[in-house]
């Protein structure tokens, strides 16, 4: 259904044609594709996913991956897997980390799988394919995997402890898991910092943005629980890495600053694909195009000292011998 005061309309055949999207940027259009609010958004599972499917949005997700790559020292994960036989990659959005992973390790399947179909259907690595799925829905697979892999998928769930159950379940045993998520929120570099964010637009929208994923099921603070459900569904060898990125490029070091200057581009681009999340906080329609304004403005301050944490989490299933000596919750 439109939100009241909106326009909304399918996206044409013609709007939504095949292309041959290659890792290094460029659009796919999704057929099953709505129009509200000047961005495409996903109808295959309307109003299951909260940010747009357009050609923005791909282009932001290209570059955040960018980011994540620097993140891990250019890696595309922690977990200890390398040509890992049967490889899932949950929320694939554009496809870049299953084409990168698949080209990097040709020795295995990967599967990448999402409700929107904006990854490239030509030129793909022969041990590469996409599906589309709904993974908080029955799993289609005939088979287990070695590797499970998501990113940046706090918007995209209402039961992140149910979907953690699922990849155990689907894994083979020795096989990994491995999680990358953003908490939403953010710190100021100390007391000072912290006061001047708390009084800005930037304070300001990740309140906005809990309130509007609670309203609509969704706890964006939840990876801060994903060690400890790991733990209790049974995974071993668990490992949590928190990283603190700059907002902007205020640091002085070289290294942050670079990851600072990244961060902003993909912020920015986020805040303005936030309409349908700010609309459910409570923000009026029309008052949400003058509130990401002032939330972007602020982003390019760099009188504003402050970091954002993200979670990296990946642990093991036990072979047999050690599924009966694994802690109990």
């Known amino acids: 259904m439109a939100s009241p005061g909106s326009s909304r309309k399918s996206v044409s055949g013609s709007e939504a044609g095949s292309s041959s999207r290659q890792s290094t940027g460029g659009t796919i259009p999704d ?8 961005r495409h958004w996903n109808a295959y599972r309307e109003g299951k996913y909260l940010l747009p499917n357009d050609g923005d949005e791909q ?12 993140r891990l020292g250019n890696r595309l994960h922690l977990a200890p897997v390398q040509n890992s036989a049967q490889v899932l990659d949950i929320g694939t959005g554009t496809g870049i980390w299953a084409l990168q992973f698949a080209a990097e390790n040709p020795l295995s ?29 029955e799993w289609i697979f005939d088979k287990k995997f070695t590797f499970i892999h998501w990113r940046l998928m706090v918007s995209a769930f209402t039961d992140h402890r149910a979907m953690i159950q699922k990849v155990y379940d689907n894994l083979v045993p ?62 071993v060898d668990v ?58 403005q602020c982003l390019t301050q760099r009188s504003m000292r402050v970091y954002s944490p993200s979670y990296i989490i990946y642990g093991r299933k036990p072979s047999p011998p050690q599924l009966s000596s694994a802690v109990s919750f």
């Open 31 to 38: 057929a099953l594709s709505v129009e509200e609010h000047g």
């Open 59 to 70: 282009d932001r997700l290209d570059m955040q991956h960018k980011m994540w790559r620097m």
């Open 109 to 137: 399947n990967v599967i990448g799988t999402d409700i929107s179909m904006i990854q490239p259907t030509e030129n793909l690595p022969p041990n590469c394919s996409f599906i589309r799925e709904d993974s908080e829905e």
């Open 174 to 235: 020795d096989g990994w898991a491995e999680f990358h998520e953003w908490s939403c929120e953010f710190l100021g570099e100390d007391a000072a910092a912290e006061e001047e964010l708390r009084a800005s637009a930037l304070g300001e929208f990740a309140p906005r943005l809990l309130a509007g994923g609670a309203t609509t099921g969704r706890d964006f603070r939840v990876p801060r629980k994903y060690k400890r459900w790991m733990l209790e569904i049974g995974f």
């Open 239 to 296: 490992t949590e890495v928190q990283v603190l990125t700059p907002v902007n490029g205020w640091p002085i070091d070289p290294h942050d600053r670079t990851m600072g200057t990244w961060a902003c581009l993909d912020l920015l681009r986020l805040v303005r694909a936030t309409t349908k999340i700010l609309q459910a906080g409570g923000i009026p329609l029309d008052e949400i195009p003058i509130f990401q304004e002032q939330v972007c």
